[in-house]
């Protein structure tokens, strides 16, 4: 049986989002998925929808959305629906909404130098599946500082500074460039590579990704026990935010 996967694409055209959704649609596909495409933030009003899924693939920057969005987004990953994306389009992709910041498991804050730096990225767990094989590789793109969740499994690593700043006068970090997380019975997965189409499609973050994307799809289970509300949603603990 086929397993269901939706991307949804928009935002900020400098990240040329409908061209890597089309390189990720393609990439699924060629691993027996279903794939529906949107451009629409709506679709994510429909809960029993994104229940009825095995993968989520947001592609989406410096957007605004609904907070019901959210919740519904939450909840299908909270029941093992897995969460899996890159660079802007994931971890910024709504700078006002800190219950998406805390599922994705961080926030983009900088990237020094801008667009054509070149730095990098280190494989720093190689005994996980996905990055198996894989060894450390050069990268000239934007350099992503990220605000992270410490609960997240860094896979690889990118260190800091290589552009000067205000930010190098502090010692050398190195910074989560791939890592996973859980939420609830979900699979989330992060690559922060992925400024524009050619990137997406280097072979190591091609790899990367499509790993990711298998990795997350199989938190897909039925649950049961799940604490809910009194309304009847699924708990999540964060009632401060909502």
Known sequence: MKKSALIVWGGWDGHEPEQISQIFKNMLEEENFNVEVSSSLDVYADAEKLQSLDLIVPHWTMG?????????????V???VGLAGCHGGMCDSFRNNVDWQ??????????????????MVNMKNTTNPLLEG????????????????????????TRFPVVDGPHATNKPVDMPVVWTKHWGHGHVFYNS???????????????????????????????????????????????DSQ
Do not use: C
Not at 210 to 234: D, I, Q, V, Y
């Open 78 to 80: 909270i029941n093992g």
């Open 102 to 119: 805390f599922m994705t498991g961080g926030n983009w804050v900088a990237h020094p130098g801008n667009d054509g730096v070149e730095y």
């Open 193 to 239: 590579l992925g400024h524009k189409a050619n990137i997406v499609a280097m072979p190591e973050v091609s790899l990367i990704m499509r790993r990711g994307f298998l990795w997350a799809a199989e938190g897909k289970k039925r649950t049961t026990g799940l604490a809910t509300s009194t309304n009847g949603r699924f708990y999540t603990g964060m009632g």
């Open 64 to 76: 605004e959305i609904p907070k019901k969005y959210v919740l519904n987004i939450s909840e299908a």
């Open 134 to 157: 894989l060894s450390d590789f050069k990268v000239v793109s934007e350099q992503y500082y990220l605000h992270v969740d410490p609960a997240v499994e860094v896979l690889a690593t």
